[in-house]
């Protein structure tokens, strides 16, 4: 089962996601794409965690998704990748990739995750909603989570929208 799990900030989505995951399954996995860079996101970092509690192994990987997929899947587990968006701003910024190299990645991400024994629930920002960023990687990002996430959804058994904490199923 693949369920992606789409939404704007602090609109719940990752809430839905890990309360799905605790029903689905006692062996449980976090696979988290941030980095605690600074202070202020080492704080969001630990509110997550302390939210998750002890029962979820937790998996840092901001780079290599895919790869680290094929490392944790296992039949009865569930896993939760939170979240995308973040994901491909590691691709384009850390990584140096451009658009196209990271729709690659997704595209790899996409045709992966079917082949898996664990049931995935991916988090992802929906962007598309928003302001036009004004400078050119903000638009790049942009462009790339919707392109990105049309992907993900064509791939996924299940797409859920969450607006004010409210799921909306849209697949």
């Known amino acids: 089962m693949i369920h992606l799990v789409l939404g704007g900030a602090k609109s719940g989505k990752s809430d839905l996601a890990l309360a799905e995951a605790e029903r689905l399954s006692a062996e ?3 696979v988290a794409t941030a980095e605690a860079l600074d202070e202020e996101m080492a704080a969001r970092v630990a509110a997550h965690q302390e939210r998750r509690g002890p029962d979820w192994r937790t998996v840092e990987e901001p780079l290599g998704l895919a790869d680290r997929l094929r490392q944790i899947d296992g039949p009865g587990r569930v896993v939760v990748v939170d979240c995308v968006t973040l994901w491909l701003s590691n691709l384009l910024t850390r990584a140096g990739l451009d658009a196209a ?5 997704v595209q790899e991400l996409a045709s992966l995750l079917s082949r898996l024994e664990a049931d995935l629930i991916v988090v992802s920002n929906e962007v598309g909603s928003g302001v036009v960023p004004a400078d050119e990687l903000g638009r790049a990002w942009r462009d790339l989570a919707g392109r990105a996430n049309q992907i993900l959804a064509t791939a996924a058994d299940r797409v859920t929208l969450v607006v004010a904490g409210l ?4 697949k």
């Open 167 to 170: 799921p909306l199923d849209l």
């Open 28 to 30: 449980r996995v976090f």
């Open 101 to 105: 190299a990271a729709l690659e990645r």
